[in-house]
């Protein structure tokens, strides 16, 4: 793909975190849980959405799909592998790597794995952590995620969190060594404003600033040579998504802007050249 000037463009990572509404990390409860398959489904329409715009612009992606998610739609599973996306594995029930034991994370991730692989027919090389919970305190899980099969890893985000975060991480592509081998970690894109380490990979953060200054930032990275790893959820492409109830701040952060990124991901789309982790990062697919 070459730009209005005919140079290349950089290849990017592009990615999307596919869950249901309901299971965000900010609405969660044990009562919630127990009833995660009397709420409306809505993940399978909204992913639809994200499979055309790619589609429109001829791009790729690797979509971290949650195992609970798969289990319940194998078919929608297929249809991205079938469009040439990659798929990886978001964890099978959505928990926290911070509430886990070693040993529950590691039955969480063999389990999701297995589910991907048993649909796909293909090896799953990727893990994102839900709400980016591989911290200081469970850094633990990269070697058992090598133990367990994966090759690469995307849960470390490099800022300070209420919630996650990893101050002072390498904010670019690298491998980590663990005893059990090495494994590379892409952290979702950061960029320094002021002195301050502030994150630009998507979520709430692309929902929240004003698109000019969002893509103001991503070409600073871009221009600094260094490759984007960004993240979306199909649930914010659904404007008409059933409300939760929630704290003001977690209402907030979940619903603010909503109606603004299915076009918002348009314009990314025609501005950046995008693939999935397999496509971007050859060091990755090597292994």
Not at 174 to 186: K, R, S
Not at 187 to 210: D, E, K, W
Request: charged letters at 25%.
């Amino acid at each position: 793909m070459t730009d209005r000037f005919g140079s290349e463009r950089p290849l990017h990572c592009l990615s999307f975190d596919v869950e249901e509404h309901f299971q965000v990390s900010a609405f969660d409860s044990v009562a919630r849980r127990h009833r995660w398959d009397d709420f409306e489904s809505r993940v399978e329409a909204n992913t639809n959405t994200i499979l055309q715009l790619l589609a429109d612009s001829g791009q790729q992606a690797t979509f971290f799909v949650l195992g609970w998610v798969a289990e319940r739609h194998p078919d929608l599973v297929r249809r991205i592998a079938g469009a040439g996306h990659e798929i990886a594995s978001h964890g099978y029930a959505h928990e926290l790597v911070t509430t886990l034991t070693q040993d529950q994370f590691r039955a969480d991730v063999r389990r999701s794995r297995k589910i991907l692989e048993d649909i796909t027919g293909e090896r799953v090389l990727g893990y994102r952590a839900p709400s980016f919970t591989i911290v200081k305190d469970t850094s633990w899980a990269h070697e058992i995620l090598v133990e367990e099969g994966y090759v690469y890893d995307s849960s470390v985000f490099p800022i300070v969190h209420d919630v996650y975060g990893m101050p002072g991480a390498d904010p670019d592509v690298h491998q980590i060594d663990t005893p059990a081998g090495p494994i590379w970690e892409l952290p979702p894109s950061t960029t320094v404003v002021a002195g301050m380490r502030i994150p630009v990979g998507g979520g709430g953060y692309f929902r929240l600033c004003p698109y000019r200054l969002f893509r103001h930032w991503l070409k600073d990275v871009e221009a600094s040579g260094r490759q984007l790893m960004l993240y979306f959820h199909p649930w914010e492409l659904d404007p008409d998504q059933p409300r939760m109830r929630g704290s003001r701040l977690a209402r907030f952060r979940h619903y603010v802007n909503l109606d603004e990124v299915e076009p918002r991901l348009r314009s990314l789309m025609s501005e950046f050249r995008f693939g999935s982790v397999r496509e971007a990062v050859p060091a990755v697919a090597a292994l």
